[in-house]
């Protein structure tokens, strides 16, 4: 069932050509919110996403006091109140679709001398958090939620203590809880991964001159410090730029390049992946923005073969596997995922959402518990749903790309958490896709 009636009708347009800029990361910009909102002094954010996820992360920080200016598109000046300045908050603060949000809110708000409450949309109502909730309970804290669902009732006025733990599963979310819990616990905080996962939160903090001692797969700090408002330079978002590293590899003709893209480590593995299918894809001008490491990412048409994708790449591609299996579909032979069973519990359950789609495009794909075996196949026409999962519907319209006619995507709108202007942006490279706005009932299948 459809969630919202925005839809797409999507089918093979010219071959990809020129150069793209994808917008502003996201994890990235949650975090400079954050931690512009309790640092001491004045923080100026440029290349700010301008997304829905985003922007509800900076609404929730004015409902706790914080005054955040908008002074151009993609720029946010973050007045920031200090560590103990947040206000109580009149309302529930609403995260919108943002797990990344709710996740790192709950670790804030935890250590606060208010009760707060965190509300998310309906997929968000269904993400799992547990997973923050028993870390920052064995800290001392006090949240209550709906059999580990949200709304999350946290608890002010808990006195937090730190912790060493081992984190079940790989996530930057979970880590990123803690650690911000981790600023006002007193004693020593420590977190440790079962694989590494993004260090945003670890790098801004020492940027935000926070001393945080880490590695891959290990975060230690101690509370006690203070937070000293300095300026972030956004990088463009790897997991958007994805989907056109994506078309370009699988649409024949294509040359495009993808410009100034975020390349920490712990984004990349689509792209170690993909050049292990055989995409030809160049990393050139390599160089620093706002402390990491960007480049301009060249990508030709090449026939891509199936692989075993290495388990240990999971964590490194988590947001991309929906482009993956896109890219899988259009291989040569078989693609295996496995290990990543946390698929299962993003924006939507995206092995199954991803089957369901590519299936009804004429793919081949199996899904196991913890991922997919896919092979190449020849795609067709049809009508998908993305079920409200960004990724999903972007995914689909790569797809689309592949196919003589028509894809009909379903329930698209909220892409523009993410990745606002996509449609523009993929249509001036090349793309065939229209947003279609309201269906119309004659319209296809
Ligand atoms: C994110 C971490 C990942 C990722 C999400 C953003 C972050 O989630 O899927 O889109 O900003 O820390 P997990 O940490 O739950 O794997």
Redesign the pocket.
């Known amino acids: 069932m459809s969630g919202s009636s925005q839809h797409w009708i999507a089918s093979a347009g010219a071959p990809l050509r020129g150069r793209v800029r994808v917008p502003g990361d ?2 990235i910009s ?1 975090r400079a919110v954050m931690l512009g909102a309790l640092a001491d002094g004045v923080t100026r954010v440029s290349g700010f996403l301008e997304g829905e996820d985003t922007r509800a992360t900076a609404r929730v920080f004015e409902q706790l006091g914080v005054l955040i200016e908008t002074p151009s598109a993609s720029e946010r000046i973050v007045h920031g109140v200090g560590l103990h300045g947040l206000r109580a908050p009149g309302a529930p603060l609403d995260c919108g679709n943002a ?2 949000g709710m ?1 790192l809110l709950a670790g804030v708000l935890a250590a606060q001398a208010f009760d707060s409450v965190l509300v998310g949309d309906a997929s968000l109502s269904k993400r799992p958090m547990k997973r923050v909730i028993e870390p920052l309970e064995r800290m001392g804290a006090l949240i209550e939620s709906h059999d580990g669902l949200p709304p999350l009732q946290v608890r002010g006025g808990r006195a937090l203590h730190g912790v060493e733990y081992a984190l079940p599963v ?7 809880a803690i650690l911000l819990a981790g600023l006002y616990a007193q004693g020593t905080t420590r977190v440790v991964e079962p694989h590494p ?2 260090d ?1 939160t670890e790098r801004m903090l020492a940027a935000f001159g926070w001393p945080v001692d880490f590695s891959p797969g290990r975060a230690q700090l101690e509370g006690g410090h203070r937070l000293r408002a300095t300026d972030v330079d956004v990088p463009a978002d790897f ?1 958007s730029a994805a989907f056109f590293l994506v078309a370009a590899s699988v649409v024949p003709g294509s040359e495009l390049c993808v410009d100034a893209v975020g390349m920490n480590p712990r984004r990349t593995g689509l792209l170690r992946a993909l050049r292990a299918m055989g995409a030809d894809i160049d990393v050139r001008n390599e160089r620093e923005q706002g402390g990491e490491g960007v480049a301009d990412l060249h990508v030709r048409y090449a026939p891509l073969r199936g692989i075993d994708v290495p388990v240990e790449l999971v ?1 490194d591609m ?2 991309e596997f929906p482009a993956l299996f896109v890219a899988a579909a259009c291989a040569q032979g078989r693609t295996v995922v496995r290990g990543a069973a ?1 698929l299962r519990v ?1 924006e939507s359950d995206r092995i199954a959402t991803m089957a369901v789609g590519l299936r009804a495009l004429g793919a081949r794909i199996e899904e196991t518990p913890d991922g997919a075996i896919i092979e190449g196949s020849t795609l067709h026409g049809g009508a998908v749903d993305s079920h409200g999962d960004h990724r999903i519907a972007m995914s689909l319209a790569i797809a689309a790309q592949r196919v003589g006619g028509p894809v009909r995507i379903d329930d698209v709108a909220n892409v523009a958490t993410s990745f606002p202007g996509f449609v523009a942006l993929a249509r001036g490279c090349g793309f065939g896709l229209d947003d279609a706005g309201e269906p119309a009932s004659d319209q296809l299948v």
């Open positions: 996201k994890s949650h797990g990344t996740r790989a996530s930057a979310q979970v880590k990123s996962t993004r945003y997991s964590p988590i947001d946390e993003k």
